[in-house]
């Protein structure tokens, strides 16, 4: 066997099929393009038509096989309606990404229900919906991977967590109650867990040069994270290689949260 043949059996992704939300941006559309530069069919499903096409057709011009899902993703009713119109596309999936979130972030004290409940919404009713669709059909398969993109939040107070803090924990608890679940049949459900990334949901802090310094600085590596620093994670996670792998937060942050 070949260093190709051996790296190709452990982490190829042909053959596969990948739902990635939020994957038109951000970490999210760096884990999108490295499934699918691994041999992975994607459907990637967010709200923006434009930045969905042109992630798609970025993808196409480099060979690889894409599509995109336009959905509202606040409503049950629009969550149901992607999955069935992403499973319409390439199949039912074996790879499952959730990664679209938002984080309105206004002070403690200032959170009303609309803010919370937009934030479950998205963040943590959309993942658990989409889980619920596709997680059963991967046991039955033998074979399925379940990614969730957190946040350190989930883990610590950090930078003013409000609801979304409350929404990432609770998505690292839906982990590995699908783990819990569907592992015996070959599904595992993991999260990853990033530090300060410079991404558009992070556009606020960002803004902030001494407060990015700052971030930096509290990292092992010395640098903020970028979205491309997920692709290898989501790919490891995504394959056969992390088969004994399941109900873990693993962290991609340079460290962040343990210095």
Known sequence: MTAQDYLSELFSLEGRVAVVTGGSSGIGKAIAGALAHAGA??????RGEQALSATVEELA???RETAWVSADLTTREHVRAAAEQAVRIF?????LVNSAGINLRPPMGDIDEAVWDRTMAVNLEAPFLLGQRFGPGMAERGFGRIIHVTSQQAH???VQSG???????????????????????????NTLVPGFVMTPLNQRLASDPEKVAALAARTMIGRNGLAEDFA????FLASRASAYITGQAIFVDGGLSVH
Not at 91 to 95: M, T
Not at 232 to 235: D, K, R
Request: no cysteine; charged share 15%; hydrophobic share 45%.
């Open 41 to 46: 069919r994607v459907v990637i499903v967010a």
């Open 61 to 63: 011009g480099q060979g």
């Open 91 to 95: 199949g039912e999936p074996d790879i």
């Open 156 to 158: 610590r107070a950090f």
């Open 163 to 189: 609801a979304y803090g409350v929404s990432k924990g609770a998505l690292e608890s839906l982990a590995r109650s699908q783990a819990e679940a569907w592992s015996p049949h070959g599904v595992t459900a």
């Open 232 to 235: 290898g994670a989501a790919v």
